[in-house]
Structure formats: C-alpha cells, structure tokens
C-alpha cells in the first residue's frame, strides 16, 4: 500500500545487494560447478605428484639437487594466473553489462547466462511499455468522485495495467485503507467507506468479456457495484520483435502472459516457441519447473509480482524495471526496461566470457607446463622461478583484460 517516506540517505548509500541477501528466496538454486574450481583441483593434484616424481627422480641422480628442484617446481607453477582469469573475466563482464542496463547480482550469474538454453519472457510490462497505446472505458461514464475512488485504490498497485489506469484518471488521491493485492487477480482497497475492486472479470464478480486482438481489460467494482471496464491495447517496446526472433535462432523461447490473446506481431516472433495465456502467477512457475525436468537451463525474464515464483525458479531471472517500486530479491539481475531488446547481446557477452576466461586458463596451463618443466630438468634455480613466476598473473590479467573490452 501506499506509504509516506523521509528519505535519509541518498541513492549512493543504498545496499541493494545486502537486501538481496536478507530477502533471498527460501527457491535455492543449486550451486553450479564452477569451472575454476574443478581445474584447480586437479592442477594442485598434478602439481604436488610432480614435485614428488621430480624428488624421487633427482634422489637416484643428484641428492643435492633434490630441494633446488622440488622449491622450483612449487614456486613456477603459479595457481594464482588460475585464480584471477574467472574473477577478472567476469567482473569486467559485470561492468559492460551495467552500463548497457543489466546490473548482475554476483559473477556467478554470468557463469550461469553463459549455460542458458532456453529463454522464457512475461509479456505486460516486459515485452510490452507501461504506457498504453490506447485505452477505452466501457461502461456508464465515472462521475469525479467514482474516478478519484479508483485512482486512490489503484495507485497501490505496482502492476503494469494499474499503473495505466492511474496515468489515465490524472487528478488528486484519497488515502485508501485495507488494501489488498492478489496477485495475477487484481487489488481491492477501501477510500472514502468505498469497497474498491479493480482487476479481472472474476475478481470483480463479473463474466469475461470478448477481446480483440492483444487487448487487455481492467475491470472496476465500487462498492460492490460493476461498473464497467477499460480496454487497453499494449505496444511492443522498440525493437523486442527482432530480439525475440534473434534469440529464437539459437535458443528456446517462450512466452507466458496472464491475458487472454497475444498481438500479432509479437505471437508471430514467437512461432516455434511455446506461448501461454491465461497464466497465474503459480502456472509460471510450473512451466519453467517442467522445463528444467526437461533437462534445460532456463532464463525468466519478468517485471515484478506476478512473476516472483517463476523468476525464483528459473536459473536466471531478471527483473525487468522502469521505476524502482518493481524491484523483487527474486531476481539475480535487474534490467532497465530500454535494455530489453538488447538481451541477445548479454547473452553473447557472458558466452563470450566463459570462452575468455578457457582461453586465459589455457595459457595459464601453457605457462606452467613449460616452467614446470624446466624445473623438473633443474634447469631453473628457486631464485629464477621466483621471479618468473608473477609473469603469469600479469599475463592473464592483461590477456582478460583487453578481450573482454574487445
């Protein structure tokens, strides 16, 4: 419901990752494999059964190179080059993607986009602008008071189609009490000692009415009376219908909507893909549970409330947002709602991460087999090894550096 705040503190002191943490979702994703983690462990393995041979070999030949040789071998062989490549990759991929509008969780989110085989998107305030195109009243007309009634109790809402309905009836507010919002219903509230009821045609007690095509319908109740409802007509932000097409070229796409139809140009960017209407809030969620049976790794992009289960769901979810009052800890990334028809680029760029950070652990392994071997022959003195072996870290950290900027 609506509150009254004093703000305290600037924008800048905020801990948007600390809410994050204090309101996770009791959904807990498994833990991904890292890829670090499982070539570390075995380049330690590998490192330590070498000097051991090393010691063994150098014992039968020349007992006194048996330290020398063992000290060089541990210090070349540098797991710190293995260390930094996923970290710098990925942080520097965090970065770009924040200043194109995708503001990342942790870096493990990247290393989860890059697994993404299927993308599902939530179409009203996602796909679609808040603004309406067009909005219609259908009913006797509201007289000032109706209207002021109406707009008080809906304001409440952070729902797209509400947000329509307040941005059409401009003009002042009563404060509204005992508000209550259902999600994938509607939302009810008293003002004035008026029952307020603004959403469905079943959550206003009345029949579904017939649509045209991608139309939704907002329906109005004031104490306990039907009065009509208003017909709004949805537009597509700039550029989604080729990004939806784009993505459907090389992943799984799907589309699920609490409407009844879905415009046609944004059902024809979905052909091949799976579209839902008529969707709650709990069938969002079942669909990516079933897909993620289906042994896939699921995306969910949505804009809020309705969208929480299936954005807690999903391996990566994103909160798509154009004011700050659509914000959910469900997520593990926001996204400004202009960025949206970028999402094939973000996708590309965590691709290309993960393909960065196996380049830099390939010339991590490159350095330390031809240092480790040198080592082995006694070629190397402790005090050289030493020196060299920083060499590695600068090299990765540069090498990540300027691909992932390229």
């Known amino acids: 419901a609506a509150i009254e705040l004093d703000v305290l503190r600037t924008f800048a002191e905020s801990r948007l990752k600390k809410l994050w943490a204090e309101q996770s979702s009791t959904l807990d994703r498994p833990v991904m494999p890292r890829m670090i983690d499982n070539v570390a ?4 393995i590998a490192v330590l059964l070498i000097s051991l ?78 603004e309406a195109h067009n909005v219609q009243w259908n009913g006797a007309p509201l007289d000032g008071n109706d209207q002021l009634l109406v707009r008080s109790v809906a304001r409440n809402s952070t729902h797209p189609l509400s947000a329509v309905v307040v941005q059409e009836l401009k003009g002042d507010t009563v404060d509204a009490i005992e508000v209550e919002e259902v999600a994938g219903e509607g939302i009810k509230g008293t003002a004035q000692r008026t029952v307020v009821r603004i959403g469905s045609a079943s959550f206003c007690g009345h029949a579904e009415m017939p649509r045209s095509n991608g139309e939704a319908h907002v329906h109005i109740t004031t104490g306990g009376l039907y009065r ?48 839902r209407t008529r969707c709650s809030p709990t069938d969002k969620a079942q669909f990516v549970r079933d897909e993620q049976a289906g042994g896939h790794r699921v995306m969910m992009v949505g804009d809020g409330l309705n969208d929480a289960g299936a954005l807690a ?33 973000f996708l590309h760029m965590a691709r290309s991460a993960r393909r960065i950070v196996i380049a830099s652990l390939c ?21 050289i090894a030493a020196i060299l072996m920083p060499l590695s870290s600068v090299t990765v950290v540069g090498f990540v550096t300027l691909a992932v900027s390229f």
């Open 53 to 130: 041979g090393a010691a063994l070999f150098w014992w039968g030949k020349d007992a006194s190179q048996v330290w020398p040789v063992v000290t060089a071998v541990l210090i070349v062989a540098c797991p710190c080059a293995l260390a930094l490549s996923m970290p710098f990759a990925y942080g520097h991929t965090i970065r770009l993607m924040g200043k194109r509008g995708l503001f990342l969780r942790d870096a493990e989110v990247v290393e989860r986009m890059a697994h993404i085989d299927t993308v599902i998107l939530d179409k009203t305030g996602t796909l679609t602008a808040r």
């Open 41 to 44: 462990r075995r380049f330690t």
């Open 228 to 275: 009509g409802h208003f017909s709004i007509r949805k537009r597509a932000r700039h550029g989604i219908v080729d990004a939806v097409a784009q993505l459907g070229r090389r992943l799984r796409i799907g589309l699920l909507t609490g409407d009844a139809q879905v415009d046609v140009d944004l059902a024809e960017a979905f052909v091949g893909g799976a579209v």
């Open 313 to 345: 769901q999903s391996d990566v979810g994103i909160t798509v947002t154009e004011t700050s009052a659509a914000l959910t800890p469900a997520s593990d990334a926001i996204m400004d709602a202009n960025a949206v028809a970028q999402l094939p680029h």
């Open 363 to 383: 010339i991590s392994l490159c350095y330390n087999i031809t240092g480790v071997s040198f080592a082995v022959s006694g070629q190397l003195t402790p005090l």
